[in-house]
């Protein structure tokens, strides 16, 4: 039961970690220091899509649903599992990625530009 709940609980911070990558330079705009944290996450989101490594998140829940005597994740992972062909079509797979990423490049170009046009704001200079 308690590893059931552990897989769960992975799979909930898990999407919620993948919202931050989506949102989360929006996030930024109203606390502009979390922008670094936002490309750190950005950065890891991406590179496991592009260069395909492996997420610990990923890792965690099959190590808690085996434990649960529960089938783990397939080979292609979270995104593939819960995401593809349930959230989106997977035919609509490439387009997704580039919403995403648009969103990412949208989000990061509002902060600098909420950042640079702060009237009397010494926030920019120590952010960038």
């Keep these: 039961m308690w590893y059931r709940l ?71 992972g979270f995104i593939d599992y819960y995401l593809t062909g349930v959230i989106y079509p997977e035919s609509m797979l490439a387009e997704v990625r580039i919403l995403v990423a648009i969103c990412v490049l949208v989000s990061w170009a509002g902060w600098w530009w909420r950042v640079r046009h702060q009237p009397g704001s010494s926030t920019a200079r120590t952010l960038v």
């Design 6 to 76: 552990l897989a769960d609980l992975t799979a909930a911070v898990h999407v919620l970690f993948i919202g931050y990558v989506v949102a989360g330079g929006f996030v930024a705009w109203r606390l502009p220091r979390t922008i670094w944290l936002h490309g750190v996450a950005a950065a890891w989101g991406f590179g496991t899509v592009l260069i395909g490594y492996d997420c610990p998140l990923t890792y965690a829940e099959n190590w808690a649903r085996k434990r649960a005597g529960m089938q783990g994740l397939p080979p292609e």
